[in-house]
């Protein structure tokens, strides 16, 4: 394998996407127009929708009024409650998106309702207590629906008729503590994806388009070798994701979008996505394979990039569950999940579902890239 | 080593029914300028492209200077050259960027690119355009830096498809004034072609291909004189019962 052929058709096709309009718009400009427009439009916006959410429950007090409490939020049809043994195992549930809230009954919540009954009408003899409230940042409804209705189901418990719904039990939100997430910062991690699934299009156009004008046929009758050509694209694709990606981080961040990580949590994700360019890549590969001519490819790319947009990025969170379930078979879901579980859940790479994903991601990304390439090379002998 | 730069022995190529070329056997010489003339599909494409190690043939064997162009299909790469008919040429790219892509491609060093690259500009006369894009390049400059393209690594055998076509006619003799330089040179050429004055000028010794099968051989003044004609396209006219312009 010749490092000069491999470096001479690599920075031909940087070119390539350097000056042809096409391609910049598709890979740089689009994903950077879009984002700002995103951005601008709901950097301080939220917007909710009605689904099950799934709460876990620690009940540290172990009371005939825990227990009464618990039961009225089973009762709340939006909520599915499960019961958690310690705090620990709640936490990590919620941070890897297993549940929408963690619920934390203190010890003194049975003594604290006892109280108030004892002298509803004096609040000096209340035993003050606190039902901690912790939430899944990484989903922007659950942090704006279930505070009011946990609020609600304790306002039951005592008593609803006080005018200003006096009560010694304080319900504190732990997202209160963190700045305001917007509904922009909900949707960032699925940016990152939906701007990548578009190298499937530029890919399949690349690949169709020197295949129609003959330079596929020119390079095959050079010595350059099937897998020096392969490498060379591959490559070459990879730096464009890579400037890609250093851009969309750039536009969100600029734009506000903070989320409270290390350099390590960075550079995780930042690979996550490079390696789903790469994916995306195969994809490409295997349209070029299919469509006869660009145009045909630039219509059977959709194929591929319809549901990875409309499942796995930030489009798929306003979806109905059964989608979610579909979402799970392409590649977009895991990332859009790895990255929201790093930013947003405050998941850490070595916690399972992160791994689990960049796994799902990394194998599905070998495969597919495997499948591109052996299929494009059967058809087409580059 | 031998002596033949192209050995063709028996070479069958079928398309599902279409037989495209049939039991073809065929020598070029060393330093030849050989025209391989034929209406269209008459298998004149097939032949060069199994030669190039692009198609395989379906039966028979192709050599260059003795290489099987199947067996050792990177050696033979690396001997020859080829103008395809298509004006493949990246159009987001320089002429001279085109160039030295494909200079890199036969990994030639910086310095023989530069010298090869600028010889070649200047003799297809794009000298005063290698730096634009060559997507704003006239048919007949893309024509032309296609030729340059197949010569950039200097190749000892070149296949040259239709190079002249859609060309002036200014830039057409300047095209076979390179040829012949070229040949005189020492490399083998073999040049399909649908204009019989430029195969008559330019070529040592021809050979007519129609419906697969190789019908006539011989240099053209061979060929005029047995056929009883005034000129190589009446050979043709005669041989194949065809105008091969009508084809064109």
């Known amino acids: ?382 | 080593m031998s002596e033949q730069a192209i050995t063709i022995k028996n070479l069958t190529k079928k398309y599902e029914d279409k037989l495209a070329l049939d039991n073809l056997t065929l020598q070029v010489n060393r330093g030849e300028l050989f025209g391989l003339l034929g209406p269209n599909g008459a298998g004149k494409t097939t032949a060069i492209s199994i030669m190039c190690g692009l198609i395989k043939p379906t039966s028979g064997t192709a050599q260059i200077k003795g290489y099987d162009t199947q067996k050792d299909a990177q050696k033979v790469k690396e001997l020859i050259g080829v103008c395809i008919q298509e004006t493949a040429i990246y159009p987001y790219l320089t002429g001279k960027e085109n160039l030295e892509l494909f200079g890199n491609l036969y990994c030639l060093n910086k310095k023989t690119i530069k010298e090869r690259s600028t010889m070649l500009l200047s003799k297809m006369g794009l000298t005063e355009d290698a730096k634009r894009l060559t997507a704003k390049y006239s048919g007949g400059m893309k024509r032309r830096l296609s030729l340059a393209l197949a010569l950039i690594h200097d190749p000892e055998i070149a296949f040259l498809d239709e190079p002249t076509v859609a060309m002036d006619p200014q830039s057409r003799h300047a095209v076979w004034d390179f040829i012949k330089e070229q040949n005189t040179k020492g490399k083998t050429i073999i040049l399909t072609t649908h204009y019989m004055e430029e195969a008559e000028q330019l070529c040592n010794r021809v050979g007519i291909i129609d419906h697969g099968k190789l019908i006539a051989l011989g240099t053209p003044k061979e060929l005029i004189a047995k056929n009883h004609v005034k000129n190589l396209e009446e050979v043709f006219i005669q041989l194949t019962g065809r105008n091969m312009r009508e084809e064109v």
Not at chain 1, 222 to 250: D, H, K, N, R, W
Not at chain 1, 339 to 347: C, I, P, V
């Open chain 1, 1 to 382: 394998m010749k490092t000069q052929r491999i470096f001479a058709l690599t920075k031909k096709e940087l070119k390539k996407t350097v000056r042809e309009p096409a391609a910049l718009f598709m890979i740089f400009l689009f994903p950077v127009v879009f984002v700002l427009a995103f951005g601008l439009s709901f950097g301080g916006v939220g917007g909710g929708q009605t689904v099950t959410y799934q709460v876990g429950i620690v009940d540290l007090s172990n009371s005939q009024w825990s227990e009464t409490f618990t039961d009225s939020l089973s009762n709340v049809t939006m909520l599915k409650v499960t019961a958690y043994g310690d705090n620990q195992t709640v936490q990590t549930d919620l941070s890897q998106g297993k549940i929408q809230a963690a619920i934390i009954v203190p010890e003194s919540f049975s003594e604290s309702i006892t109280s108030y009954y004892a002298a509803p009408e004096d609040s000096s003899k209340w035993v003050n207590a606190t039902v901690a409230l912790y939430l899944d940042k990484g989903s922007m409804v659950a942090t704006q629906a279930i505070p009011p209705i946990i609020q609600q189901v304790l306002n039951g418990i005592t008593d609803q008729n006080q005018p200003a719904h006096q009560s010694p039990i304080q319900l504190q939100t732990a997202s209160l503590e963190v700045k305001q997430v917007s509904a922009f910062d909900y949707f960032a991690p699925g940016m990152f994806t939906f701007a990548s699934v578009f190298m499937i299009m530029i890919v399949a156009q690349s690949f169709t388009g020197d295949r129609e004008n003959g330079m596929m046929k020119r390079i095959r009758i050079s010595p350059t070798t099937p897998t020096e050509f392969m490498a060379s694209q591959v490559t070459s694709y990879l730096i464009i994701a890579l400037i890609q990606c250093a851009i969309m981080f750039g536009m969100v961040y600029a734009l506000g979008f903070r989320p409270n990580i290390g350099l390590p949590d960075y550079a995780f994700a930042f690979i996550l996505v490079l390696v789903f360019s790469l994916s995306n890549v195969g994809f490409g590969l295997i349209t070029a394979s299919i469509a006869k001519t660009s145009g045909a490819a630039t219509g059977l790319s959709f194929l591929f990039l319809l549901p990875q947009m409309f499942l796995g990025t930030f489009v798929g969170a306003s979806l109905s569950g059964a989608a979610e379930v579909a979402g799970k078979a392409v590649p977009s879901y895991y990332v859009t999940n790895a990255l929201t579980s790093l930013f947003l859940r405050g998941a850490a790479i070595t916690s399972p579902t992160v791994l689990i994903d960049f796994a799902v991601v990394l194998g599905s990304c070998i495969g597919i890239l495997a499948v591109g390439i052996v299929i494009y090379a059967k058809y087409y002998k580059v």
